[in-house]
């Protein structure tokens, strides 16, 4: 089996010394009921590597130095966990533009940890976005965009928390004609499905039309209030780019330059 290589220092700030935590934090799982084994599956481009019943993210990974794992990430993960707590479980919330703002960097910080869950780690989000995300603590990296939509849980797994990472290469129809790559993290927990796009050269201008609403851009929010959930619910394999790994976003689904 091939092994992970040991980091040398945080992914964040370089610092150490590195301390072993789970890609979602203790209060994620047990406070969204994911503590009970799940089916779980990861990909790494368009390859299905994991799937099996566990506790969801239970992997400990040494990715965050001690300073960043107890403070800022710490802080993070408690602002937005009556939020997304709530829609786990499926109760109905209304988010404002700080509560969009946080739940979108919360969730970039998790691509940027969920990364380094493969053997192969830390290949599609730039070096920048880490830093970037560690100076600023409450708002995402420059050129990035969130949504969050309700996800629709098969009928033969009604009530499993059934979650899903994945994380890709992307490429984005660059300015000058020039194709630019970006990445993009997808994940999904039970009910709730939250996915970012990034790009470290120019900003990105992706819409999600196709969905027809079932996906809202919380970052940069698009709305001033945003409830959840709301219709209509989509898949996860629904709101991913057709194959193949480095796939162009389809036209339609780019906002034209201005």
Not at 127 to 148: F, G, K, M, N
Not at 232 to 258: S, Y
Request: hydrophobic share 40%.
């Amino acid at each position: 089996m091939v092994k992970r290589v040991p980091l040398t220092g945080c992914v964040f700030c370089g610092g150490r010394p590195l301390t072993a935590e789970h890609a979602l934090g203790k209060w994620f799982r047990t406070t969204a009921g994911l503590a009970a084994p799940a089916r779980v599956t990861k990909y790494r481009d368009d390859a299905l590597t994991h799937e099996k019943y566990k506790p969801s993210f239970s992997e400990k990974l040494r990715v965050a130095c001690l300073t960043c794992n107890t403070g800022w990430m710490h802080g993070l993960e408690e602002a937005v966990l009556p939020s997304v707590a709530e829609m786990v479980r499926g109760r109905p919330v209304m988010l404002l533009t700080a509560a969009q703002r946080l739940i979108a960097t919360w969730f970039v910080k998790t691509c940027c940890v969920c990364e380094y869950i493969d053997v192969e780690p830390g290949r599609h989000i730039p070096r920048a976005h880490y830093e970037q995300i560690h100076v600023r603590r409450t708002s995402p990296p420059d050129w990035c965009q969130v949504w969050l939509g309700p996800a629709r849980l098969p009928p033969a797994e009604f009530g499993v928390r059934l979650t899903q990472w994945r994380c890709e290469a992307v490429t984005l129809p660059g300015l000058d004609g020039t194709p630019d790559i970006g990445w993009l993290g997808t994940l999904r927990v039970g009910p709730i499905v939250l996915q970012a796009l990034g790009c470290a050269t120019r900003p990105t201008r992706m819409n999600r039309l196709d969905l027809r609403g079932g996906l809202i851009q919380i970052w940069p929010p698009a709305q001033h209030a945003v409830s959840f959930p709301r219709r209509p619910h989509v898949t996860f394999e629904q709101i991913l780019p057709p194959p193949p790994p480095g796939r162009p976003l389809h036209p339609a689904l780019m906002d034209k330059p201005t």
